[in-house]
């Protein structure tokens, strides 16, 4: 098993700075991919940024440029940090952890505001 605890999202005005972070306890391979995922109203979840131990990533079109994917594998943790917000990045932002070994891991989901 593997737990997931997210920090870090709230509310910030459109050009604003925000960084989530998620922390990984339990059974971790070290051969594993973490990232985050969204999901806003009305909408399906969508892929934001993964990162595999190796230091892979892996952006979505709507954020490249504008986020950056981070992680310490020695503390089993990653971070997002999102700059020049938009409105439209108003989701509930989710952690996951995925290895071969193992299914797939989702945080409880932190919820990030960007008022226009």
């Known amino acids: 098993q593997v737990q997931l605890v997210e920090s870090g999202g709230g509310l910030v005005q459109a050009g604003g700075s925000l960084r989530l972070s998620c922390a990984a306890s339990?059974?971790?391979?070290?051969?594993?991919?973490m990232g985050w995922y969204r999901q806003a109203p009305g909408k399906q979840r969508e892929l934001v940024a993964t990162m595999t131990n190796t230091r892979y990533t892996n952006y979505a079109a709507s954020v490249t440029g504008r986020c950056t994917i981070s992680r310490d594998n020695a503390k089993n943790m990653v971070y997002l940090q999102m700059n020049s917000l938009k409105p439209e990045d108003t989701a509930v932002y989710y952690c996951?952890?995925?290895?071969?070994?193992?299914?797939?891991?989702w945080g409880q989901g932190n919820q990030v505001t960007v008022s226009s």
């Open positions: 996951t952890y995925s290895s071969y070994e193992d299914r797939d891991y």
């Open positions: 339990g059974s971790i391979f070290a051969i594993n991919t």
